[in-house]
C-alpha cells in the first residue's frame, strides 16, 4: 500500500529543478520563476506503519497520527511554502521487512526522512538503514530506553524518541501504586526487551521505595492458556500484577485472569494497554485496572479536545487514539518546525531543529525534545479504567499526573547525541 | 499440598480438554482424510469472528456459536467443492493450498470486520470453589462440551454406517470405491464434519482470547503435534492423548521451569516421541 508520485526516471524531480536553478543562476531562465516551481516541491515523508501482521491493531492509530498532522501542516502552507507529502510502507510487524521498506522509501521513494517503525526490533531493524543513508527516524512508540549495545538502533543522532521510556511511564508513579495497594509486585511481561528492561529499571525504585517483586515471568508470544501462571500469581501473596504483555496474549492473560475471579484478589498495573487493547478487553475484564502512559484520549485539556475533534473528523467517531498514534502526530508538526525554524530542507537541518524544540499544543501538553539524547521529555499520566465503561470517551478516570517529567539520561557512549 | 495437586490436576484437565476441542477439526480433516490443512487456524478464527458477529446481533450465546460452526462448515465446504477435492491424491499440494486458503480468509477477515480487536464476553462469568481449587465456571463448561463433542463424533465414527464407510475408505481407497462408496461425498462429508468442528471450537474459545485476524495460529502449530503425538487416524484416544502431551506437558514442565523453557520442552518432547513412535503415541509400528 503506497502513495507515490512519478519521478522522472533516474533524475529525481528535485536535483532536476536545482540543476534547473543553477542554470537560471547563469542567466538562462528567470530566477523568479524558478524559485516559485522549487517552492512547489513537497516535502516527501516516509512512514512505516505495522498495517498487517501481529500488531496490525496498533496500526490505524500509528498511521492516522501522521496523516492527520501532514493535513494540518499543509492546511497552515506547509513549510516555507512547501507541504509535506505522506509516503506509507507497511511493516507486516516484521524487522526484515522494515528494511526493505525503509531501503525502498530511501532510495526508491527519495523520502526526505522517516517515521514510524513500532516495535523497538522493527527500530532497531532500520539503525543501520538510517545511519548509513543518513535520513532522520521519528520513533513514537513507549519503548525500554537507550542502550550503548543496541547501536545503531538506539544512541543514534538520526533517531528521534517521541515515545516515554520506564522512568517517565513507570517511576512516577510507582510511590502511589505501593502506597495504595502493597509493597509486593509480581511481574509478568511478554518475552523480549521491552517487559524485560521496563522491569529490570522498575526494582530497584520498587526497592527504594520498601517494595519487593514476589514474582516474575516472562511469556512466549502467542499463549494461549495461563493456568499455571495464574496459580503462580495466587501463590505468590502479591498484591500487585505489573503487567507488560504485549499483543494478544495481553488480552488472553487478562480475560483468563477475570474468568478466574482474580480481578477483585489483585490490583492491575499495566504500560501496555492503552485505548486500542482496552477496547478489546471490554468493560467486565478491564473495570478497576490500573494504566500509565504519556497520553490517553481521557485527557481533560483543550489541547486534546481540539485534536480529538480533528481526529474524529479525520477517522470517524468510532476511532481509537492512543500514546503512539499521537507521539505520531507530535512527531509530524515538530518535525515541521524544526524545518521551518532552519528555512533549509536536509537531514542536518532537521537534526539541528528537533534538538530542544517544544511542542506547545501537543494534545497530552508541551512535548520537548531532549537535546542530551534526542528523548521527549513528556507528561505522565496514571489512569483508572472505569466501571461500565461505554466507549473510550468515559473509559479512563485520572488518578494522577505528572506535567513534564525528565527521562533518566540515556546510556550511550556518545553523548551528547551529535546535532 | 493436596489442595495445590488437587488444582495441577484441576488445570492439566482443562488444558488437555480445550487443546483437544481446537485441534479436533485438524484431527478429523488430517487425521482421516490426509490433507494438509494448514488453513485450520482460519477456519477457528472465522468461528470466532462470526460467534462475535452473532452475538452483536444479540443473537444468545449458545445459538451464535451454532451459527458460527455452520457458518464455517458451509464456507470448508465451498472450498473442498472449488478445489481440495481435486487435490486428495496429492497431499503436499493441500499444504499450499490451504495456506493460500489462510492467507485469504485472514485479509477477508480484515476487509470485513476491520483490524481492531473484537471481544465476546464471557457467558458464564465467574468461578466454583471445587475443595479449595477455584475453576473458572465457563472454561469448565467448555471441557465438558469438549469431552461430549468427541464422544458424540467418536461414536458417529465407530458405531454408525456412515462411521463405517468412512473408515472402510481410509483403510484402502480403491476397494471401497469398487465395492460402490461413493468417496467423493464421504470426502465431503468427513471434511465438512472437520470444518464444522473448526468452527465450533472457535466460537466457543472466543470468549477466551483476543479476537483478531490471527487469534487460530495460536492453535494452528499445536494442532498438528496433537494430530501428530496422538497418531494420525486415532480420533478419540489419539487426540486427547496428544493434547495431554502438548499442552498438559507444558503446564508441567512450568511448575518447575520458565514458559519459554516449558514451551521449548514440549516441542522437543514432541519430536522425541515422534522419533521412536514415528506413527504417534498409540501405534508401535
Known sequence: ?419 | MLNSLLSIAVDLTLITLVLALAAFGLAIVYGLVGVINMGHGALLTLGAYLTWQATAWQIPFPLAVLFAACGVCVIGLIFEHLVIRHFYERPFDTLLLTWAFFMIVTEVIKIVFGTDLRTVSNPLPGAIDLGGVRVPVYRATVALIAVGVIGATAWLFYRTSLGIRIRGLIQNREVAGLLGLNISLTYKIVFGIGAFMAGLAGGLISPMLSIDPYIGNVYLVRSFFVVLVGGMGQLLSGTLIGSFFTGGSETLFALFSSQAVAQTAVFALAILILRFRPNGILKNK
Not at chain 1, 45 to 56: E, F, K
Not at chain 1, 264 to 291: H, I, M, N, Q, R
Open chain 1, 1 to 419: 500500500m503506497t502513495d507515490t508520485i512519478k519521478t522522472t526516471g533516474g533524475l529525481s524531480r528535485r536535483s532536476l529543478i536545482k540543476s534547473l536553478g543553477a542554470a537560471g543562476a547563469l542567466g538562462l531562465a528567470g530566477p523568479n520563476f524558478i524559485r516559485s516551481a522549487y517552492a512547489a516541491d513537497p516535502i516527501r515523508v516516509g512512514v512505516i506503519s505495522p498495517l498487517t501482521g501481529a500488531w496490525t491493531v496498533y496500526g490505524k492509530a500509528h498511521l492516522a497520527g501522521m496523516e492527520m498532522a501532514i493535513e494540518e501542516i499543509n492546511a497552515a502552507g506547509g513549510v516555507n511554502g512547501r507541504p509535506f507529502e505522506l509516503v506509507v510502507a507497511d511493516s507486516k510487524t516484521e524487522p526484515r521487512i522494515v528494511v526493505e521498506q525503509a531501503n525502498r522509501l530511501i532510495r526508491h521513494e527519495r523520502v526526505d526522512f522517516l517515521a514510524g517503525t513500532f516495535s523497538s526490533a522493527e527500530r532497531n531493524a532500520a539503525g543501520p538503514v538510517v545511519a548509513a543513508a543518513d535520513k532522520v527516524l521519528l520513533y513514537p512508540t513507549f519503548y525500554e530506553g537507550q542502550q550503548q549495545k543496541y547501536y545503531p538502533g538506539v544512541c543514534n543522532k538520526n533517531m528521534f524518541m517521541f515515545g516515554p521510556v520506564p522512568s517517565q511511564q513507570v517511576w512516577p508513579h510507582l510511590e502511589y501504586m505501593v502506597k495504595n495497594f502493597g509493597k509486593k509486585f509480581f511481574m509478568i511481561g511478554s518475552d523480549y526487551a521491552w517487559p524485560r528492561v521496563t522491569n529490570e529499571v522498575t526494582k530497584p525504585k520498587l526497592r527504594e521505595l520498601g517494595g519487593e517483586v514476589v514474582g516474575e515471568v516472562y511469556i512466549p508470544f502467542n499463549t494461549p492458556q495461563y493456568e499455571s501462571v495464574l496459580r503462580d500469581i495466587r501463590n505468590s501473596g502479591a498484591d500487585v500484577i505489573f503487567h507488560s504483555l504485549t499483543g494478544s496474549d495481553t488480552v488472553n492473560f487478562r480475560k483468563q485472569l477475570a474468568a478466574a475471579g482474580m480481578n477483585k484478589d489483585f490490583t492491575l498495573w499495566t504500560v501496555d494497554d492503552e485505548e486500542v487493547v482496552t477496547s478489546g478487553l471490554g468493560p467486565e475484564v478491564s473495570a478497576g485496572t490500573y494504566v500509565s502512559f504519556d497520553y490517553f484520549m481521557s485527557i481533560n485539556k483543550p489541547s486534546n479536545a481540539t485534536f480529538l475533534e480533528k481526529f474524529r473528523a479525520h477517522a470517524g467517531d468510532d476511532a481509537l487514539m492512543d500514546t503512539v498514534g499521537v507521539a505520531m502526530y507530535n512527531a509530524g508538526h515538530m518535525a515541521a518546525m524544526a524545518l521551518r525554524k532552519s528555512g533549509e530542507v536536509s537531514t542536518a537541518a532537521l537534526r539541528k531543529g528537533l534538538k530542544g524544540l517544544t511542542f506547545e499544543d501537543a494534545p497530552q501538553g508541551p512535548v520537548t525534545m531532549r537535546e542530551l539524547d534526542n528523548q521527549a521529555v513528556l507528561p505522565s499520566y496514571l489512569m483508572r479504567v472505569r466501571e461500565n465503561w461505554t466507549s473510550v470517551n468515559d473509559m479512563f478516570e485520572e488518578v494522577q499526573m505528572f506535567e513534564s517529567v525528565e527521562p533518566q539520561d540515556a546510556a550511550c557512549s556518545n553523548l551528547p547525541l551529535e546535532a
